[in-house]
Nanobody
Framework: QVQLVESGGGLVQAGGSLRLSCAAS????????MNWFRQAPGKEREIVATISRSGGRIGYADSVKGRFTISRDNAKNTVYLQMNSLKPEDTAVYYC?????????????????WGQGTQVTVSS
């Protein structure tokens, strides 16, 4: 069992930055491919970024490429999402997610664990 707890969300002006963190419980964090998803009001949940177990492979949704950076620290059981040049359309609840299978990039398979989400609001 893995528990994921996100933090770092908040209100920011367009063009600003935020860094989200997701702390995982358990001793098998490095066994999981980690992902960030988001869900805006009235829209389906979508993947934003994904990172392999070692951190050597990374993928991003086209909408955030060049602005967001995913990283992980396996010693701290934490995955991060650095978000720069934020836009109002980035407003959403951001979720951390994990799966324990071979890394499959943005075209992910089923998710094993979800966090509770953290709200990011970008004002214009």
């Amino acid at each position: 069992q893995v528990q994921l707890v996100e933090s770092g969300g908040g209100l920011v002006q367009a063009g600003g930055s935020l860094r989200l963190s997701c702390a995982a419980s358990g001793r098998t964090f490095s066994s999981y491919v980690m992902n960030w998803f988001r869900q805006a009001p009235g829209k389906e949940r979508e993947i934003v970024a994904t990172i392999s177990r070692s951190g050597g492979r990374i993928g991003y949704a086209d909408s955030v490429k060049g602005r967001f950076t995913i990283s992980r620290d396996n010693a701290k059981n934490t995955v991060y999402l650095q978000m720069n040049s934020l836009k109002p359309e980035d407003t959403a609840v951001y979720y951390c997610a994990a799966y324990n299978r071979i890394y499959s990039g943005i075209n992910h398979g089923p998710i094993d664990y979800w966090g509770q989400g953290t709200q990011v609001t970008v004002s214009s």
